[in-house]
Every structure is written in C-alpha cells, then in structure tokens.
C-alpha cells in the first residue's frame, strides 16, 4: 500500500490510499490503523495550549508564565466576547510553590478597588514533593514515585476537563481560552523517577542491593522534553540572559527541534549582570534567521510550516532585569515595557497557534493526516 510521508516540525503527515482511514507513525514503522489513533495531544486541539520550558534551572521561567498569563487576562479585559479563561497547570513540584507565585502575580482585577477577577483563572499543580531538588532525586529520596504514565495522563485528564468546561460553559468550544503548562528545571532536566519507568531509554543508577525495584536507585526517569514530547504541544522557551546564555539557550533550543517540537517564542529576562540580554537576544535572532526554511528536508511540499517557527523579530522577546529583593515585582509587570512586550508576544502566540490549526484543517480537506510523533 502506497504512503506519502512528510515530516516537518512536530508532526508526521500522511496522504493514505482512498481504502485506508489513517496511518500511525511509530518511529521508522508505519502501520495501517482502521480508525484514528487515540491522542493525548487531542485533549488540548481546541484550548490553546502552551509548554514553557526553560533553558536551564533559574531563567525566569515562572516569572515569564506569570506574566503571559497576566498579558491573557488583560487582553481578556477588553474582550468582545465573554471573558475566555486562562489556565495555569505545573505537573511536577519540587519545593515551594510555583503555583501559588502565578496566581498571586497573574490575577488582575477590573478596577484597583474591585477585587473580582476580570476573567475565568485557574492554577494547579498535579503531583508535588517537599524535597526542593530535580523531581528525580526528590521522589527517590521520599521514596515517592511517579511514573512518565502517571504524570501523561494525569496531564491529559486535566486537559480534557478545562476543554470540557469549556465546551459545557458556551455551548461551544472556547478557543479564545488558553493554558500554559510550565515544566520542571531546564529542557534535559530530569522528570520523576519509578520502577515503572523501565524502558531502555530510561535513564538509572546502580541499586546498592540485588532488591530490583525495591531500591529508589534502580527507578527509571526521563528528561522533560522526553517526558512531554508525545503530546505533540508547542513551546514557548525561556532562555538564559547571563553571560554564557547563548550557548545554553540554543542546546535547548536544538534539543526541542531534535524531538520535533515546535518553538513558537523565546523569552529572555535580562539577569542585570553588566552584559545585558541584548546581546544574547541578537544572537538568538540571527541564529534563528539562519535556520528558517520552507522546505522539508530538501523538498517542496504544500502547507509547509518553516523549520523554526521563531521568527526573528516578533517571536524573540527581551524583558528587563527583575528588581532585587524584597521589591515587589508589581511595578515590574505593570512597567510599559513588560507590559506592552508580552502583550505583543502573547498575539504573536495566539497567531501561530491559529495558523497551525488551519495548516492541518487544510492538510485534512486534501486527504493528509497529522499525528504528533510517539
């Protein structure tokens, strides 16, 4: 049975025969399916939904997810329709409590005086561990596993009930809503380690006893853009604005794109050293004009998204330093040049969002079908 297979970005495209509903892409395999193929990334087609990942620990990575979800609710303010909802969800917690930083920072109020939210708002975290360290060590340590499957379909449950709340709340989908799910550490950082997590590909260190399983050494873990890459979600990366950042930011950077993901923005906040993240900001946007292409691995082909979707100028955003502590980062969030980038970033999120959605309804009416890789 012939296939027409095309890879570009995050999915893989197929054009079957007419007698053939689907294919499903499994590594070099392709395997005829009577039906679609389930997804986890289907929970999240309707809701407008965004993986931020860092390029390294302490980047700023909460601080800039607080501010898009604060650009989300001011843009809601003005809003012609009803409020769409913003959603926060951190799936692993090591200490502290990034949820509680989003939400105190994120919520916006109408007035200065009136203390109702202006738009629908929602943060959770779905699996937490007091130990402040990477989420493998962590659940080693208070012997508190978690499982790449748990935390998928923990994941992918509550993706499905936002978009079902939404759908119940309008009586049709609410695709002006939207999610942000903010990972752990940098992109390479390790996820939750378990004995479940026993495929090869699992990284493990040497039990200390030939108890198997029993010894928290021996549980498996992944990275964190390993962990989430079969969702097929685009990401918003934060990168490293110290001296030395460049270089980090763009080993994150090719680390998403070897795993297909697709990059729709890059944040960096100015860590107010003396260097400036100016010049990492340059960098980076040279370096992204180098890679954009509209072709696919040499071929043209119809639809075509470009390798990167970072485009230079728009989708690259410099933030000024944070203020030191104890200042409040209010006056921060509320300076016009925080402000007005994000909301600038945050359309140039919403556009591309859009825009992927109709490439595959296109794809979809000329007989092709997209399936994140697995």
């Not at 950082?189 to 399983?213: F, K």
């Amino acid at each position: 049975m012939p296939i027409k297979a095309y890879r570009f970005g995050r999915l893989s495209v197929f054009r079957p025969d007419q007698d053939c509903k689907i294919f499903f892409h499994s590594g070099f395999h392709f395997t005829a399916m009577p039906s679609a193929v389930p997804s986890a990334a289907a929970a999240a087609r309707l809701l407008r939904t965004h993986l931020v990942f860092g390029a390294n620990t302490d980047v700023g990575k909460t601080v800039v997810t607080a501010g898009l979800a604060r650009a989300r609710l001011l843009k809601a303010a003005t809003a012609a329709v009803a409020s769409p909802a913003t959603h926060y969800i951190k799936p692993l917690q090591c200490g502290g409590s990034d949820e509680g930083w989003v939400r105190r920072h994120a919520e916006i109020t109408s007035t200065a005086t009136d203390l109702t939210p202006i738009s629908s708002y929602s943060a959770q975290t779905l699996f937490r561990w007091e130990m402040a360290s990477s989420p493998h060590l962590a659940s080693r340590v208070e012997k508190v596993p978690v499982s790449d499957d748990e935390v998928l379909k923990s994941l992918t449950d509550a993706l499905t009930t936002m978009e079902d709340e939404s759908v119940a709340n309008s009586g049709e989908a609410t695709i002006q809503s939207s999610i942000l799910v903010e990972t752990a550490g940098g992109v390479l950082s390790p996820s939750s380690a378990s004995p479940d997590n026993s495929l090869t590909t699992h990284a493990r260190g040497v039990p200390s006893s030939d108890e198997g399983g029993s010894d928290p050494l021996s549980w498996g873990w992944s990275t964190q853009a390993d962990l989430y890459q079969p969702l097929g979600l685009p990401v918003v990366l934060v990168g490293d604005g110290r001296l030395g950042g460049i270089s980090c930011t763009l080993s994150a950077l090719e680390s998403l794109a070897v795993r297909g993901y697709d990059v729709h923005g890059i944040v960096v906040v100015d860590d107010g050293g003396g260097y400036g993240s100016h010049g990492n900001v340059s960098a980076l946007r040279e370096y992204a004009a180098s890679q954009s292409s509209s072709h696919v691995r040499g071929q043209e082909f119809p639809f075509a998204r470009q390798t990167y979707q970072v485009d230079p100028v728009d989708s690259i955003l410099s933030l000024p330093p944070l203020p030191l502590e104890p200042e409040p980062l209010k006056s921060w969030y509320q300076s016009a040049e925080v402000e007005e980038g994000l909301a600038a970033f945050e359309d140039r999120l919403e556009d591309l969002w859009n825009k992927e959605r109709g490439r595959e309804d296109q794809l979809s009416s000329h007989g092709y079908f997209t399936l994140p890789p697995v």
